[in-house]
């Protein structure tokens, strides 16, 4: 088989190494990958144009006929956004990942907020607003501490939790007025603070069936403590206690299996990753903070280590309309920590070199890997040759992106798992170089109890 994976975070160089393991899998190509799915055994980085508007995905339909691809495996949410499944389908490829339509649930805040209340899916109470006086004027009815989201995609970055009026005024005035976030900011969704423990509930769905994934734990915010700005996440770790049986029995009934029955019943059948991030109260009721479209990052790299299944199996199932109802899982936690570049997530710096990586994965008594994002070759035009390993790792990596690197341990416990991350972590540098030493905290107190 020959697999192509679209992105080039952490997540799709999980995806490529998950694939690429797989005995039937004779290439597995990432467009555009990263240095670390460059040197991955049976993967190959290429360069396609991934439109960035619905206009047109012709490059990618001319590369999957040009080199038989089996499979097409779509990581990031914006070229789902605008429709490269559709494109792939009416071209007769297999491509896994949900339809245009269907990536408005997290294309527009407002359309999933708008979808959630037609289906009485447990959300935040909300208001969406696009003039900066009607925003303010229901964020002093409301008071703080208020959510306050950008309606299109903004990376990871467009929520802003404000603790005062102030700061609620101050995020209305970087969206509304100074046009912060584009387009994707030209209309705000303002919600209701909801409290509790957040969890990362990821499915695989074909349109009817559903396989949940196993469950996690996002880390959103920029510095330990859970304090600073919203990330695209700094670290995450599997499964998250949090999710009891009898949450995940709730999760399923309230939140997932409505969603699949309502894209069903509109014509349009949910099919890939399903992700809803949670928030889970005091009495153990989940509510809705946000839907994607896909696998999460971090996420998948904790949830990829404790994965036994295959997952090419899995989406080959999925493509056929009759994925199994559960997948093999490591009964061990696996928990990854972000390296992240300087002055991230406000800015990125790039071209800083990169030292102290593992030159093997670690496969001994704490399996550790290091997935690789935000990274490049320091003479970028190797990037998309057929890769010799040999000649590869004699060139250096250098830092290419907000977040760089997650280091990703299997081990007996979730404390474990941290010491281990931790442990390959602090041998890796580039100047600037940020991580979090608390990823997993939540757990951990816990496993303590």
């Not at 467009?31 to 993967?43: I, R, S, V, W």
């Not at 960035?52 to 097409?72: G, K, L, R, Y």
């Not at 734990?217 to 403590?225: I, S, V, Y």
Request: a negative charge; hydrophobic letters at 40%; aromatic letters at 6%.
């Amino acid at each position: 088989m020959n697999i192509l994976v679209i992105g080039s975070g952490g997540r799709e160089h999980a995806l490529a190494w998950q694939c690429a393991k797989d005995d039937k899998v004779q290439q597995v190509y990432v467009a555009p990958g990263n240095a670390g799915t460059a040197l991955e055994p049976k993967c190959q980085n290429v360069i396609l144009e991934i439109a960035t508007d619905a206009s047109e995905h012709s490059a990618v339909i001319e590369f999957c006929q040009n080199n038989a691809i089996d499979m097409v495996i779509v990581g990031p949410e914006a070229p789902l956004v605008t429709g490269i499944v559709d494109a792939c389908r009416e071209a007769g490829i297999k491509a896994w990942g949900p339809t245009a339509y269907c990536a408005q649930l997290e294309g527009s805040k407002t359309f999933a907020k708008e979808f959630m209340e037609q289906n009485h899916i447990p959300t935040a109470a909300y208001q969406g607003f696009t003039d900066v006086e009607s925003a303010k004027a229901y964020v002093d009815e409301q008071g703080a501490p208020i959510v306050i989201k950008a309606d299109g995609l903004a990376a990871g970055k467009g929520v802003i939790v404000a603790e005062t009026i102030e700061q609620a005024y101050e995020a209305i005035d970087d969206m509304l007025a100074d046009n912060k976030f584009g387009d994707a900011g030209s209309r705000v969704v303002i919600e209701q603070f909801l409290q509790g423990e957040e969890a990362s509930f990821i499915c695989m769905v074909d349109g009817e069936h559903i396989l949940p994934m196993a469950t996690s734990q996002d880390h959103k915010r920029a510095f330990e403590g859970d304090t600073g700005p919203n990330t695209g996440g700094m670290g995450a770790y599997s499964p998250a206690p949090v999710v009891t049986q009898e949450v995940h029995d709730k999760v399923m009934a309230q939140v997932i299996q409505p969603v699949v029955d309502a894209m069903k019943a509109a014509g349009h059948p949910y099919t890939g990753f399903l992700y809803a991030g949670l928030m889970i109260d005091d009495a153990g009721d989940p509510y809705v903070i946000e839907f994607n479209c896909r696998f999460g990052d971090p996420e998948t790299q904790p949830i990829l280590m404790r994965l036994k299944s295959s997952m090419v199996d899995l989406v080959a199932q999925g493509l056929a309309g009759n994925l199994p109802n559960e997948a093999n899982w490591d009964a061990r936690p696996a928990l990854g920590i972000v390296i992240a570049s300087k002055g991230y997530p406000e800015t990125s710096s790039k071209g800083d070199v990169i030292s102290g990586l593992p030159a093997l994965d670690n496969q001994g008594d704490n399996a550790v890997k290091v997935f690789h994002a935000g990274t490049a070759f320091s003479h970028a035009e190797l990037d998309n040759i057929n890769p010799d390993v040999t000649t590869h790792s004699k060139k250096e990596i250098i830092t290419d992106g907000g977040r760089v690197l997650c280091v990703t341990a299997l081990a007996d416990s979730i404390l474990d798992a941290q010491q281990a991350a931790l442990a390959v972590t602090a041998a890796i540098s580039f100047d600037g170089a940020q991580y979090r030493r608390d990823i997993g905290h939540h757990a951990i107190a816990r496993e303590n109890t």
